[in-house]
């Protein structure tokens, strides 16, 4: 069974930092893109970055871009999203995805086919 565990979310002044870590298990994510999503109340979920498989070509969202660092490792299983510079329109719940099938980072940006974490919510307090 394929699970992926979200950690590292909580509350956080404007301005601050936070480091997200997502362990995946269940299988090998090596050959696979991740990445990050969030979703507030009322909103549909919306993609904030991504990885390719090797980490070498990351993604972001315009908003986050500058402030969000996406990175992954491998021999752990695990994708990262350190946060800077946070702001309160950044307060979401965070969910950790990856493809289930397809190889490649733009499948993953989809999210129609995606393996998901159960989230961890961030706050961000003005």
């Known amino acids: 069974q394929v699970q992926l565990v979200e950690s590292g979310g909580g509350l956080v002044q404007a301005g601050g930092s936070l480091r997200l870590s997502c362990a995946g298990s269940?299988?090998?994510?090596?050959?696979?893109?991740m990445g990050w999503f969030r979703q507030t109340p009322g909103k549909d979920r919306e993609f904030v970055a991504g990885i390719s498989a090797r980490g070498v070509i990351p993604h972001y969202a315009d908003s986050v871009k500058g402030r969000f660092t996406i990175s992954r490792d491998n021999a752990k299983n695990t994708v990262y999203l350190q946060m800077n510079s946070l702001k309160a329109e950044d307060t979401a719940v965070y969910y950790c995805?990856?493809?289930?099938?397809?190889?490649?980072?733009?499948?993953?940006?989809?999210?129609?086919?995606?393996?998901w974490g159960q989230g961890t919510q961030v706050t961000v307090s003005s």
């Open positions: 995805s990856s493809t289930r099938a397809s190889f490649t980072i733009a499948a993953m940006m989809r999210g129609t086919d995606n393996y």
């Open positions: 269940g299988r090998t994510f090596t050959s696979y893109p």
